[in-house]
């Protein structure tokens, strides 16, 4: 009976040890079922780069198709020395129930000697459950710039330029006609302003001086103020006729000097002393007229007029047409 | 309008500025040049008004005036001004007699007709004040009583240009009440040559009274009456209005120059002077001749010139002749 229980306990122990390792082979099969639906891996071409060169990585997951794959939001670094220049997107293909994607993310390393790209992180979905699966960390070596301690220290290079595009320059360049445009309408608007406020140029100004006071000499004779007892107008637009004259003839600035300062101011290397004394006799008379009141005789006046009628026409510049070598003749 | 007969003005100015000529050739026997001292002096006496000297010690500045007070046969008192003179020293004080038990008035030498305030800016504002108060309103109040000052009253105050330290400067508002700033200079070489043998000789022969003062205040009335057109009129109120506003006649680079112009008072004492001059020149109406020739002294002291027109070396001789000559004359 002893023998019959220690047989059976034996018996059963050998049966529940076959039910343990069919258990564990079970398992093991379903997880390696599994981890063939879905993979993640990481590789890079090369295992040596310079430093600052980039190193491209290829990340590819392969998923049952009905499973949802997240790839990582990358940022602008992984690790302090592993930086991201760049990415592509997320490419997919379809084989047969699985579905495999492919991302080239372009990595920098600023650092030298063995340089680990860290596992990075997939997230896959199936139904309600959610997986993460990791990379493999890949080591690379990054190598620093080889000097070449034999040749001369080279100079810094200058930084490479980029040419503008013209997306770039299209802000600037409408800026930039835009305070053209603003400037042409200020200069037009001024100028529009300029020429409104700015009365017709005086006649005496356009022209020979001597053809001005002719005409307004006429004008005088015809306003007939002495006849009109107005003598006292009368002697002032004369004395204005013959000072403007002088003033525009000779450069002499007469509308601003008393009669004596102009008659000195008229020295005899410019007029003619007769002349010069028939003027004076004129204008002394006007200033009486005009500051004293006096009324000279219709003789007088008549000769005021004439002497400075004559002072004009002998005094007056002529100009003739440019002779043979250019210069003018007075 | 009023009715001006020139002819019979210019008769009755021939007759009362006879004693011109007396005057100068009695003076003429002390002081040998300042003939444009002398006329301005005239000119301060004829119009009222009172002259500021400016120029070196040794002109004749003392003797001009004492000169012209003997041959006037009036009273001169000098006042050398210092920085210890009291307001009391130049009008009077109330003084008590014991004898009689009561307060005596105790005239000044303001109390003169014609008054030499030598170095008026020696003084302190207070003394400064009390002799400007007197010029200005011409009587002067001691305790309870008003003394009108005697006509003719002038007062002729000198400044030396030299010598500055620990001196009061007169207030802008004080120098106005000066009709004439005049600026004397050193006599002609023959002048001064005259001036040395008379001196060395043993001086001038004394100066005999050759006119009255009731001459000189009838010569004041005729001054008044002296016709002065409406044109001048205008001449002078542009030349007064071109130290305020330049750029209203166009001499806009006074603009920044000018820190003020002339005040009404400078267009008055311009006309009263003009009218002395035309005066002195034996004409019963003023020519814009007689107003340029005044322009200077009654605007010299009553110009205010900017820091910049200083720093550029710009005198208000510089801007008075600039406003002269840019103001049309009539």
Redesign the interface.
């Given at each position: 009976m002893r023998y019959h229980l220690k047989y059976h306990l034996v018996h059963v122990a050998e049966k529940c040890s076959r039910w343990c390792r069919m258990s564990a082979f079970i398992v093991f099969m379903l997880a390696a079922f599994d981890a063939a639906a879905q993979s993640v891996s990481a590789t890079t071409k090369e295992k040596e780069y310079q430093i600052g060169d980039w190193v491209p990585v290829d990340f590819f997951v392969s998923a049952a198709r009905n499973v949802k794959v997240a790839f990582p939001a990358w940022k602008d670094s992984l690790t302090a020395s592993v930086e991201v220049a760049n990415y592509t997107s997320i490419d997919t293909v379809k084989n047969g129930n699985q579905s495999e994607y492919h991302q080239l993310v372009n990595m920098i390393v600023f650092d030298t000697g063995q340089v680990y790209i860290p596992a990075v992180p997939f997230l896959v979905s199936s139904g309600s459950t959610t997986d993460t699966l990791w990379t493999e960390p890949i080591k690379v070596h990054v190598a620093g710039v080889k000097i070449d301690t034999t040749k001369d220290i080279k100079p810094i290079k200058e930084p490479l330029k980029i040419p503008y595009t013209f997306r770039e320059i299209l802000p600037y360049l409408l800026g930039g006609l835009l305070l053209i445009a603003a400037i042409a309408a200020i200069i037009w608007w001024w100028k529009r302003r300029k020429n409104k406020q700015q009365s017709p140029p005086d006649e005496k100004y356009l022209l020979p001086p001597h053809v001005w006071a002719i005409k307004e000499l006429d004008k005088l004779k015809q306003d007939k103020l002495w006849q009109t007892g107005d003598v006292k107008s009368y002697y002032s637009r004369l004395t204005d006729i013959a000072r403007t004259y002088i003033e525009l003839r000779y450069k002499i600035p007469a509308m601003e000097q008393t009669t004596e300062e102009l008659m000195q101011a008229l020295h005899k290397g410019i007029i003619k002393q007769s002349l010069k004394k028939d003027l004076n006799d004129m204008l002394v008379l006007s200033d009486f007229v005009k500051f004293a009141k006096a009324m000279p005789g219709m003789s007088e006046n008549e000769q005021s007029f004439e002497v400075t009628r004559d002072f004009i026409e002998k005094t007056k510049q002529i100009e003739t047409e440019p002779g043979k070598n250019g210069e003018k003749k007075k | 309008m009023e009715s001006?007969d020139?002819k019979a003005l210019n008769e009755k100015i021939q007759q009362d500025s006879a004693f011109l000529d007396l005057l100068n050739l009695e003076i003429g026997k002390s002081i040998v040049g300042q003939k444009y001292m002398l006329e301005r002096l005239m000119i301060a006496l004829l119009s009222q008004g009172h002259i500021l000297l400016e120029g070196v010690p040794g002109l004749a500045k003392t003797l001009a005036i004492k000169s012209l007070s003997d041959a006037i046969d009036t009273r001169f008192s000098r006042i050398q001004f210092t920085p210890d003179l009291l307001p009391a020293d130049i009008l009077g004080t109330m003084i008590y007699n014991q004898a009689k038990g009561n307060f005596e008035v105790k005239k000044g030498p303001v109390f003169s007709n014609f008054i030499l305030a030598d170095e008026i800016n020696r003084a302190p504002a207070k003394v400064q004040s009390a002799l400007l108060q007197a010029m200005q309103e011409r009587h002067v109040t001691l305790g309870d009583t008003t003394y009108k000052l005697e006509e003719p009253f002038l007062v002729m105050a000198t400044m030396n240009p030299i010598e500055q330290e620990g001196t009061y400067n007169l207030p802008e508002a004080q120098v106005d009440r000066f009709m004439l700033k005049v600026k004397i200079t050193y006599p002609e070489f023959e002048e001064e040559r005259q001036i040395m043998r008379q001196n060395v000789a043993g001086g001038a022969s004394g100066i005999r009274p050759v006119v009255s003062p009731q001459t000189i205040l009838q010569a004041r009335d005729t001054v008044r009456q002296v016709?002065m057109?409406e044109?001048?009129e205008k001449y002078i109120l542009d030349i007064i209005f071109a130290t305020r506003e330049p750029e209203r006649y166009k001499i806009d680079n006074l603009k920044h120059l000018l820190s003020y112009g002339g005040s009404p008072r400078a267009s008055i004492s311009l006309a009263f002077a003009s009218k002395a001059y035309a005066f002195i020149k034996r004409?019963?109406?003023?020519?814009?001749?007689d107003v340029?020739a005044v322009a200077h002294d009654v605007l010299r002291h009553r110009v205010g010139i900017t820091y910049e027109a200083e720093a550029e070396n710009i005198t208000q001789e510089h801007i008075i002749d600039t406003i002269?000559?840019?103001?049309?004359?009539?």
């Open positions: - | 001006i020139i016709y057109d044109k001048i004409r019963g109406y003023v020519i814009p001749e340029r002269l000559n840019k103001v049309e004359v009539p």
